[in-house]
């Protein structure tokens, strides 16, 4: 069964401070993402990776960083938070190109901003 | 530009009945399309895909969609929802050009007694 694992669950962030999602997976898969889901927007892609050491910008990136420093894992640094960064936080892996098409998702990080 | 509507925030449906939601694509490649699901509190999963072929496509659960190039939709159809179906989908396409996926803003289900 294919795993992804987001760390912490839930946060509480003071405006200005930084913050860590930390991703993991076991599926072995070369593509990771970061999504963030608001009422009315359903997903939208902050930054992605296509393996270890590889990181990309998404659609909106502004605000965001990403490190894949292992083909596990992959994290989503705010270095300066701001209240409306304060959403849910989707990691997914996947191999997503010909006949490979399925985004797994971990269970979502809660994040508030103050 | 490519988009993906989902025209209804929120569905209500009696439980037993029958259930569409609605999605309408816009793209001019060949388009892959996806029906994700979102239980309360957890991540999302797949629940049916669509490539090529047949237009009807069977998912998880006795869900279905038909694509319609014509149209340009993808309805997510089901006989006789049950109350363990409440939940939020997402009708994703995936574009051949370069792989990415483009969501819709989700529909929300919601099951009457």
């Known amino acids: 069964e294919a795993a992804v694992t987001q760390s912490p669950r839930n946060k509480v962030a003071v405006t200005g401070g930084k913050v860590t999602l930390s991703c993991n997976q076991t599926?072995?898969?070369?593509?990771m993402y970061w999504y963030r889901q608001d009422t009315g927007h359903g997903l939208r892609l902050i930054h992605y990776?296509?393996?270890?050491?590889?990181?990309e910008k998404g659609d909106i990136p502004d605000g965001y960083k990403a490190s894949r420093p292992s083909q596990e894992n992959f994290s989503l640094i705010l270095e300066l938070a701001t209240p409306s960064q304060t959403s849910v936080y989707f990691c997914?892996?996947?191999?997503?190109?010909?006949?490979?098409?399925?985004?797994?998702f971990g269970a979502g990080t809660r994040l508030s901003v103050l | 530009a490519q988009s993906v509507t989902q025209p209804d925030a929120r569905v209500t449906v009696s439980e037993g009945a029958s259930l569409q939601l609605r999605c309408k694509y816009s793209?001019?490649?060949?388009?892959?399309l996806f029906w994700y699901v979102q239980y309360p509190r957890q991540g999302l999963q797949l629940l049916l895909k669509?490539?090529?072929?047949d237009p009807v496509v069977q998912g998880v659960n006795g869900f279905e969609a038909e694509f319609s190039k014509s149209n340009s939709s993808f309805h997510l159809r089901k006989a006789s929802v049950h109350w363990s179906d409440s939940a939020v989908y997402f009708c994703?396409?995936?574009?051949?050009?370069?792989?990415?996926?483009?969501w819709g803003s989700g529909t929300k289900l919601i099951i009457k007694p």
């Open positions: 994703v396409l995936r574009m051949d050009s370069n792989y990415q996926l483009i």
């Open positions: 793209y001019s490649g060949t388009p892959y």
């Open positions: 669509y490539y090529s072929g």
């Open positions: 599926n072995n898969h070369n593509n």
């Open positions: 990776s296509y393996g270890a050491g590889s990181t």
């Open positions: 997914a892996s996947g191999d997503v190109g010909l006949g490979q098409n399925t985004l797994y």
